[in-house]
Protein backbone atom coordinates (compact mmCIF):
# COMPACT_ATOMS: atom_id res chain seq x y z
CA UNK A 1 0.00 0.00 0.00
CA UNK A 2 1.14 3.02 -1.14
CA UNK A 3 1.10 6.47 1.05
CA UNK A 4 0.88 9.50 -0.97
CA UNK A 5 2.47 12.08 1.76
CA UNK A 6 5.17 9.64 1.92
CA UNK A 7 5.78 9.30 -1.30
CA UNK A 8 6.17 12.96 -1.47
CA UNK A 9 8.35 12.94 1.20
CA UNK A 10 10.62 10.22 -0.48
CA UNK A 11 10.44 12.41 -3.65
CA UNK A 12 11.65 15.68 -1.95
CA UNK A 13 14.46 13.67 -0.44
CA UNK A 14 15.70 11.63 -3.44
CA UNK A 15 18.16 13.97 -4.33
CA UNK A 16 19.80 14.42 -0.75
CA UNK A 17 19.53 10.46 -0.83
CA UNK A 18 21.62 10.23 -3.90
CA UNK A 19 24.10 12.35 -2.60
CA UNK A 20 24.43 10.78 0.86
CA UNK A 21 23.60 13.96 2.95
CA UNK A 22 20.30 12.29 4.66
CA UNK A 23 21.01 11.48 8.42
CA UNK A 24 21.09 7.90 9.18
CA UNK A 25 17.92 8.11 10.32
CA UNK A 26 15.95 9.81 7.29
CA UNK A 27 17.98 7.46 5.31
CA UNK A 28 16.81 4.35 6.63
CA UNK A 29 13.17 6.45 6.92
CA UNK A 30 13.44 6.72 2.74
CA UNK A 31 14.68 2.97 2.57
CA UNK A 32 11.99 1.80 4.40
CA UNK A 33 9.01 3.58 2.56
CA UNK A 34 10.71 2.54 -1.07
CA UNK A 35 10.94 -1.56 -0.05
CA UNK A 36 7.43 -1.46 0.54
CA UNK A 37 6.50 1.32 -2.56
CA UNK A 38 7.12 -0.30 -6.26
CA UNK A 39 6.62 3.58 -7.30
CA UNK A 40 9.03 4.71 -5.34
CA UNK A 41 11.45 1.98 -5.64
CA UNK A 42 11.38 2.75 -8.90
CA UNK A 43 12.35 5.87 -8.74
CA UNK A 44 15.49 5.23 -6.89
CA UNK A 45 16.48 2.07 -9.10
CA UNK A 46 16.87 4.62 -11.88
CA UNK A 47 19.53 6.02 -10.27
CA UNK A 48 20.70 3.08 -8.35
CA UNK A 49 20.52 -0.82 -9.57
CA UNK A 50 20.91 -2.09 -6.48
CA UNK A 51 17.92 -0.49 -4.74
CA UNK A 52 16.47 -3.26 -6.31
CA UNK A 53 17.69 -5.28 -3.30
CA UNK A 54 16.25 -3.00 -0.65
CA UNK A 55 12.38 -5.06 -0.50
CA UNK A 56 15.14 -8.14 0.35
CA UNK A 57 14.73 -6.16 4.26
CA UNK A 58 11.46 -7.30 4.34
CA UNK A 59 11.75 -10.69 3.65
CA UNK A 60 10.85 -13.02 6.53
CA UNK A 61 11.48 -16.74 6.80
CA UNK A 62 9.57 -19.32 5.48
CA UNK A 63 7.72 -21.54 8.33
CA UNK A 64 9.77 -24.59 7.36
CA UNK A 65 12.72 -22.57 8.82
CA UNK A 66 10.69 -21.16 11.78
CA UNK A 67 8.98 -24.46 12.57
CA UNK A 68 10.33 -26.09 15.57
CA UNK A 69 13.25 -23.29 15.58
CA UNK A 70 12.81 -22.65 19.88
CA UNK A 71 13.14 -26.32 20.66
CA UNK A 72 16.22 -27.00 18.43
CA UNK A 73 17.24 -23.85 20.48
CA UNK A 74 16.37 -25.45 23.63
CA UNK A 75 17.56 -29.12 22.85
CA UNK A 76 21.25 -27.75 22.20
CA UNK A 77 20.73 -25.46 25.32
CA UNK A 78 20.14 -28.57 27.19
CA UNK A 79 23.26 -30.48 25.52
CA UNK A 80 25.53 -28.07 25.74
CA UNK A 81 24.33 -27.21 29.58
CA UNK A 82 24.07 -31.35 30.04
CA UNK A 83 27.56 -31.84 29.15
CA UNK A 84 29.89 -31.49 32.38
CA UNK A 85 27.84 -34.11 34.97
CA UNK A 86 27.62 -36.89 32.41
CA UNK A 87 31.50 -36.89 32.03
CA UNK A 88 31.26 -38.00 35.34
CA UNK A 89 28.69 -40.67 35.26
CA UNK A 90 28.24 -44.12 33.34
CA UNK A 91 25.20 -43.93 32.05
CA UNK A 92 23.49 -47.58 31.04
CA UNK A 93 23.94 -46.78 27.58
CA UNK A 94 27.40 -45.68 27.24
CA UNK A 95 28.14 -49.21 29.36
CA UNK A 96 26.96 -51.15 26.09
CA UNK A 97 28.62 -48.51 23.67
CA UNK A 98 30.66 -50.09 20.95
CA UNK A 99 34.18 -49.45 20.72
CA UNK A 100 33.54 -46.85 18.49
CA UNK A 101 30.82 -44.63 20.13
CA UNK A 102 33.19 -44.49 23.57
CA UNK A 103 36.35 -43.71 21.43
CA UNK A 104 34.43 -41.05 19.47
CA UNK A 105 33.35 -39.61 22.90
CA UNK A 106 36.83 -39.24 24.37
CA UNK A 107 35.30 -40.34 27.71
CA UNK A 108 37.76 -43.69 28.12
CA UNK A 109 40.68 -43.30 30.10
CA UNK A 110 43.78 -43.45 28.34
CA UNK A 111 44.46 -46.75 30.30
CA UNK A 112 41.80 -48.77 29.43
CA UNK A 113 41.94 -47.61 26.25
CA UNK A 114 45.68 -49.05 25.65
CA UNK A 115 44.20 -52.56 27.72
CA UNK A 116 41.35 -52.89 25.72
CA UNK A 117 43.16 -52.50 22.73
CA UNK A 118 46.01 -55.12 24.00
CA UNK A 119 43.09 -57.45 24.92
CA UNK A 120 41.33 -57.99 21.90
CA UNK A 121 44.38 -58.30 19.80
CA UNK A 122 45.14 -61.16 22.31
CA UNK A 123 41.54 -62.54 21.91
CA UNK A 124 41.41 -62.41 18.44
CA UNK A 125 45.14 -64.80 18.50
CA UNK A 126 43.28 -67.32 20.81
CA UNK A 127 40.04 -67.24 19.29
CA UNK A 128 41.77 -68.21 16.23
CA UNK A 129 44.29 -71.01 17.44
CA UNK A 130 41.76 -72.60 20.39
CA UNK A 131 38.24 -72.58 20.24
CA UNK A 132 36.62 -73.18 23.84
CA UNK A 133 37.89 -72.18 27.61
CA UNK A 134 41.65 -70.55 27.52
CA UNK A 135 42.19 -69.66 30.95
CA UNK A 136 45.53 -69.43 33.26
CA UNK A 137 46.20 -71.16 36.69
CA UNK A 138 45.41 -68.33 38.69
CA UNK A 139 45.28 -70.90 41.83
CA UNK A 140 48.06 -68.76 43.77
CA UNK A 141 46.12 -65.89 42.72
CA UNK A 142 43.94 -64.56 46.20
CA UNK A 143 41.05 -62.45 44.85
CA UNK A 144 40.66 -59.89 47.58
CA UNK A 145 39.24 -56.40 47.37
CA UNK A 146 37.66 -56.44 43.88
CA UNK A 147 36.82 -53.84 42.25
CA UNK A 148 32.56 -53.17 40.83
CA UNK A 149 32.65 -54.31 37.89
CA UNK A 150 32.87 -52.41 35.01
CA UNK A 151 32.35 -52.42 31.18
CA UNK A 152 35.72 -52.44 28.97
CA UNK A 153 34.77 -51.67 25.40
CA UNK A 154 34.73 -53.84 22.83
CA UNK A 155 34.21 -54.29 19.06
CA UNK A 156 32.93 -57.30 17.55
CA UNK A 157 34.92 -56.47 13.90
CA UNK A 158 37.77 -57.11 15.70
CA UNK A 159 37.24 -60.80 17.62
CA UNK A 160 35.08 -61.66 14.73
CA UNK A 161 32.37 -62.68 17.11
CA UNK A 162 29.27 -61.67 19.56
CA UNK A 163 30.31 -59.60 22.62
CA UNK A 164 28.86 -60.42 25.72
CA UNK A 165 29.82 -58.32 29.28
CA UNK A 166 33.24 -58.13 30.13
CA UNK A 167 34.81 -57.58 33.46
CA UNK A 168 38.49 -56.40 34.92
CA UNK A 169 38.97 -56.53 38.77
CA UNK A 170 41.82 -55.37 40.89
CA UNK A 171 43.63 -58.43 42.45
CA UNK A 172 46.01 -58.89 44.59
CA UNK A 173 48.34 -61.88 44.08
CA UNK A 174 49.98 -64.35 46.91
CA UNK A 175 53.11 -62.21 47.24
CA UNK A 176 51.01 -58.79 47.52
CA UNK A 177 51.24 -57.58 43.98
CA UNK A 178 47.88 -55.81 42.31
CA UNK A 179 47.29 -56.97 38.98
CA UNK A 180 43.80 -56.68 36.85
CA UNK A 181 42.49 -59.60 35.60
CA UNK A 182 40.59 -59.01 32.66
CA UNK A 183 38.03 -61.53 31.67
CA UNK A 184 35.68 -61.96 28.53
CA UNK A 185 33.52 -64.35 26.77
CA UNK A 186 32.11 -64.11 23.26
CA UNK A 187 30.12 -66.55 20.93
CA UNK A 188 31.27 -67.15 17.17
CA UNK A 189 29.61 -65.71 14.84
CA UNK A 190 27.53 -69.27 13.93
CA UNK A 191 26.45 -69.88 17.69
CA UNK A 192 25.51 -66.21 17.92
CA UNK A 193 23.04 -66.84 15.07
CA UNK A 194 22.06 -69.87 16.31
CA UNK A 195 21.16 -68.49 19.72
CA UNK A 196 23.41 -68.27 22.76
CA UNK A 197 24.67 -71.60 23.51
CA UNK A 198 27.41 -71.79 26.82
CA UNK A 199 29.19 -75.03 25.26
CA UNK A 200 30.15 -72.73 22.08
CA UNK A 201 31.03 -69.64 24.52
CA UNK A 202 35.04 -68.74 24.58
CA UNK A 203 36.07 -67.02 27.26
CA UNK A 204 39.59 -65.30 28.00
CA UNK A 205 41.08 -64.28 31.30
CA UNK A 206 43.88 -61.96 31.18
CA UNK A 207 45.74 -60.99 33.93
CA UNK A 208 48.25 -57.97 33.28
CA UNK A 209 51.30 -57.42 35.20
CA UNK A 210 54.23 -57.53 33.85
CA UNK A 211 56.43 -59.14 36.36
CA UNK A 212 53.56 -62.04 37.31
CA UNK A 213 54.42 -65.72 36.45
CA UNK A 214 51.48 -67.92 35.27
CA UNK B 1 4.63 -9.32 26.54
CA UNK B 2 7.68 -7.48 28.78
CA UNK B 3 9.80 -5.04 26.56
CA UNK B 4 12.68 -6.15 25.38
CA UNK B 5 15.02 -4.69 28.33
CA UNK B 6 13.31 -6.39 31.01
CA UNK B 7 13.59 -9.84 28.98
CA UNK B 8 16.94 -9.68 28.86
CA UNK B 9 16.95 -8.81 32.44
CA UNK B 10 15.01 -11.84 33.11
CA UNK B 11 17.16 -14.07 30.51
CA UNK B 12 19.98 -12.60 32.72
CA UNK B 13 18.96 -14.52 35.73
CA UNK B 14 18.12 -17.68 33.86
CA UNK B 15 14.46 -17.30 33.30
CA UNK B 16 14.12 -19.72 29.75
CA UNK B 17 10.59 -18.49 29.61
CA UNK B 18 12.43 -14.84 28.90
CA UNK B 19 14.78 -16.02 26.39
CA UNK B 20 11.78 -18.13 24.67
CA UNK B 21 10.31 -14.57 24.05
CA UNK B 22 13.52 -12.98 23.44
CA UNK B 23 14.35 -15.95 20.43
CA UNK B 24 10.49 -14.99 18.93
CA UNK B 25 11.32 -11.40 19.20
CA UNK B 26 15.09 -11.74 17.28
CA UNK B 27 14.14 -15.16 15.33
CA UNK B 28 13.36 -13.62 11.93
CA UNK B 29 16.24 -10.97 11.84
CA UNK B 30 18.91 -13.16 12.89
CA UNK B 31 17.42 -16.23 10.18
CA UNK B 32 17.29 -13.21 7.38
CA UNK B 33 20.88 -11.83 8.35
CA UNK B 34 22.57 -14.91 8.49
CA UNK B 35 20.66 -16.25 5.23
CA UNK B 36 22.00 -13.08 3.39
CA UNK B 37 25.54 -13.73 4.33
CA UNK B 38 25.30 -17.36 4.07
CA UNK B 39 23.16 -17.47 1.08
CA UNK B 40 21.20 -20.90 2.29
CA UNK B 41 18.02 -21.01 3.99
CA UNK B 42 18.69 -23.90 6.04
CA UNK B 43 22.13 -22.98 6.77
CA UNK B 44 20.81 -19.20 7.72
CA UNK B 45 18.96 -21.90 10.29
CA UNK B 46 21.65 -23.44 11.57
CA UNK B 47 23.52 -20.20 12.17
CA UNK B 48 20.74 -18.52 13.87
CA UNK B 49 20.22 -21.62 16.15
CA UNK B 50 23.96 -21.53 17.04
CA UNK B 51 23.78 -18.07 17.77
CA UNK B 52 20.50 -18.34 20.30
CA UNK B 53 22.54 -21.47 21.93
CA UNK B 54 25.79 -19.08 22.57
CA UNK B 55 23.55 -15.98 23.77
CA UNK B 56 21.86 -18.40 26.05
CA UNK B 57 25.82 -19.07 27.53
CA UNK B 58 26.38 -15.50 27.38
CA UNK B 59 23.97 -13.37 28.34
CA UNK B 60 24.54 -13.03 31.62
CA UNK B 61 28.12 -11.53 31.12
CA UNK B 62 25.16 -8.88 28.80
CA UNK B 63 26.60 -5.31 29.70
CA UNK B 64 23.03 -3.86 29.96
CA UNK B 65 24.25 -0.41 29.25
CA UNK B 66 24.99 -1.58 25.85
CA UNK B 67 22.81 -1.94 23.05
CA UNK B 68 21.38 -5.45 22.38
CA UNK B 69 20.94 -5.96 19.04
CA UNK B 70 25.15 -4.47 17.99
CA UNK B 71 25.94 -7.05 21.19
CA UNK B 72 23.91 -10.51 19.99
CA UNK B 73 24.54 -9.29 16.21
CA UNK B 74 28.01 -9.83 16.00
CA UNK B 75 27.32 -13.67 17.45
CA UNK B 76 25.25 -14.09 14.00
CA UNK B 77 27.84 -12.31 12.16
CA UNK B 78 30.68 -13.84 12.95
CA UNK B 79 29.05 -18.14 12.94
CA UNK B 80 27.34 -16.64 9.51
CA UNK B 81 30.86 -15.34 7.86
CA UNK B 82 32.71 -18.61 9.13
CA UNK B 83 30.34 -20.78 7.87
CA UNK B 84 30.47 -18.44 4.29
CA UNK B 85 34.40 -18.83 4.39
CA UNK B 86 33.92 -23.00 4.60
CA UNK B 87 30.82 -22.77 2.24
CA UNK B 88 32.60 -19.39 -0.46
CA UNK B 89 35.04 -22.00 -2.71
CA UNK B 90 31.89 -23.97 -3.29
CA UNK B 91 29.38 -21.05 -3.93
CA UNK B 92 32.04 -19.65 -5.69
CA UNK B 93 32.78 -22.81 -8.19
CA UNK B 94 29.28 -22.73 -9.24
CA UNK B 95 28.85 -19.27 -9.65
CA UNK B 96 31.39 -19.31 -12.34
CA UNK B 97 30.83 -22.30 -13.69
CA UNK B 98 28.34 -20.32 -15.85
CA UNK B 99 27.72 -17.43 -17.65
CA UNK B 100 24.34 -16.85 -17.33
CA UNK B 101 21.74 -18.03 -14.34
CA UNK B 102 19.34 -20.94 -15.67
CA UNK B 103 16.83 -19.63 -12.87
CA UNK B 104 16.17 -16.19 -13.61
CA UNK B 105 18.98 -15.44 -16.79
CA UNK B 106 16.00 -14.76 -18.91
CA UNK B 107 13.81 -12.98 -16.62
CA UNK B 108 12.87 -9.42 -16.35
CA UNK B 109 11.71 -7.10 -13.29
CA UNK B 110 9.78 -4.84 -14.17
CA UNK B 111 9.04 -2.31 -10.78
CA UNK B 112 7.38 0.40 -12.42
CA UNK B 113 4.81 2.04 -11.38
CA UNK B 114 1.55 -0.29 -11.95
CA UNK B 115 3.05 -3.61 -10.37
CA UNK B 116 0.44 -5.88 -8.72
CA UNK B 117 0.97 -6.59 -5.29
CA UNK B 118 0.87 -10.21 -6.30
CA UNK B 119 4.01 -9.71 -8.78
CA UNK B 120 5.77 -7.88 -5.55
CA UNK B 121 5.76 -11.52 -4.20
CA UNK B 122 7.00 -13.11 -7.17
CA UNK B 123 9.74 -10.11 -7.52
CA UNK B 124 10.80 -10.56 -4.21
CA UNK B 125 11.27 -14.25 -4.72
CA UNK B 126 13.30 -13.57 -8.11
CA UNK B 127 15.28 -10.90 -6.34
CA UNK B 128 16.45 -13.51 -3.79
CA UNK B 129 17.74 -15.78 -5.81
CA UNK B 130 19.52 -12.96 -7.59
CA UNK B 131 21.02 -11.92 -4.95
CA UNK B 132 22.00 -14.89 -3.81
CA UNK B 133 24.01 -15.55 -7.21
CA UNK B 134 25.64 -11.81 -7.37
CA UNK B 135 26.97 -12.22 -3.76
CA UNK B 136 28.68 -15.23 -3.69
CA UNK B 137 30.99 -12.97 -6.04
CA UNK B 138 31.84 -10.79 -2.39
CA UNK B 139 34.22 -11.58 0.31
CA UNK B 140 32.66 -12.59 3.49
CA UNK B 141 33.31 -9.05 5.26
CA UNK B 142 31.99 -7.27 1.64
CA UNK B 143 28.77 -9.49 1.90
CA UNK B 144 28.22 -9.00 5.83
CA UNK B 145 28.75 -5.40 5.57
CA UNK B 146 26.33 -5.00 2.40
CA UNK B 147 23.81 -7.02 4.09
CA UNK B 148 24.20 -5.06 7.46
CA UNK B 149 24.26 -1.74 6.04
CA UNK B 150 22.38 -1.82 2.61
CA UNK B 151 19.97 -4.50 3.58
CA UNK B 152 19.59 -4.00 7.09
CA UNK B 153 20.28 -0.66 7.48
CA UNK B 154 22.69 -0.80 10.28
CA UNK B 155 25.10 2.24 11.06
CA UNK B 156 28.59 2.38 10.40
CA UNK B 157 30.05 2.38 13.40
CA UNK B 158 27.70 -0.73 14.84
CA UNK B 159 29.22 -2.64 11.71
CA UNK B 160 32.73 -1.54 12.67
CA UNK B 161 32.24 -2.78 15.92
CA UNK B 162 30.14 -6.32 14.49
CA UNK B 163 32.87 -7.31 12.65
CA UNK B 164 35.94 -5.58 14.47
CA UNK B 165 37.22 -3.96 11.93
CA UNK B 166 37.63 -0.02 11.92
CA UNK B 167 34.96 2.18 10.24
CA UNK B 168 37.31 3.26 7.20
CA UNK B 169 37.29 -0.20 6.54
CA UNK B 170 33.50 -0.82 6.33
CA UNK B 171 33.07 1.79 3.78
CA UNK B 172 35.80 0.66 1.54
CA UNK B 173 33.86 -2.93 2.10
CA UNK B 174 30.96 -1.65 1.62
CA UNK B 175 32.03 0.06 -1.93
CA UNK B 176 33.92 -2.56 -3.41
CA UNK B 177 30.45 -4.87 -2.62
CA UNK B 178 28.85 -2.24 -4.44
CA UNK B 179 30.73 -2.53 -7.50
CA UNK B 180 30.93 -5.60 -7.49
CA UNK B 181 27.21 -6.55 -7.68
CA UNK B 182 26.70 -3.46 -9.86
CA UNK B 183 29.02 -5.19 -12.32
CA UNK B 184 27.51 -8.59 -11.83
CA UNK B 185 24.00 -6.70 -12.18
CA UNK B 186 24.86 -5.17 -15.87
CA UNK B 187 26.94 -8.73 -17.28
CA UNK B 188 24.34 -11.31 -16.21
CA UNK B 189 21.32 -9.54 -15.58
CA UNK B 190 21.13 -6.48 -17.84
CA UNK B 191 17.39 -6.45 -17.81
CA UNK B 192 17.89 -5.09 -13.97
CA UNK B 193 20.54 -2.71 -14.38
CA UNK B 194 19.11 -0.71 -18.08
CA UNK B 195 17.84 2.31 -15.94
CA UNK B 196 20.59 3.08 -14.43
CA UNK B 197 22.77 2.80 -18.19
CA UNK B 198 20.15 4.81 -19.65
Same mark, same amino acid.
Given at each position: MTDKAACDRFERSLDAYLGDALAHREREAAKRHASSCPECLARLTRH???????????ETPSPRVTEGFWDAVRAGIERDSGDAPRRDTVAPHRVSAGFRAAFRGRRMAPFALAASLLVMVLAAVFAALAPGRIAPD????SRVAPSPTRAVPWSPAVAGGSPLPQTVENVRTEDERDVQVYSMTWLDQDSAAAGHDPSQVTELILIVDAGLKL | MLDERALIRLCRQGDQRSFEQLVALKRDKAIRVAFNIVGDEDDAKDVAQQAFIRLWGAIRGY?? +???FDPWFFKIVVNLAIDLYRRNQKRLQTIAES +????? !???GSSL???? +???AADVVFMRRELRGIFNRLAAQLGPAQRAVFTLK?? !????TDEIASILGIRESTVRNHLMQARRILREGLRRWYPEYAKDFTR
Amino acid at each position: MTDKAACDRFERSLDAYLGDALAHREREAAKRHASSCPECLARLTRHDPLARFLPLSLETPSPRVTEGFWDAVRAGIERDSGDAPRRDTVAPHRVSAGFRAAFRGRRMAPFALAASLLVMVLAAVFAALAPGRIAPDTSHVSRVAPSPTRAVPWSPAVAGGSPLPQTVENVRTEDERDVQVYSMTWLDQDSAAAGHDPSQVTELILIVDAGLKL | MLDERALIRLCRQGDQRSFEQLVALKRDKAIRVAFNIVGDEDDAKDVAQQAFIRLWGAIRGYDE +SMRFDPWFFKIVVNLAIDLYRRNQKRLQTIAES +STAPP !EAGGSSLDAGP +SVPAADVVFMRRELRGIFNRLAAQLGPAQRAVFTLKEI !EGVETDEIASILGIRESTVRNHLMQARRILREGLRRWYPEYAKDFTR
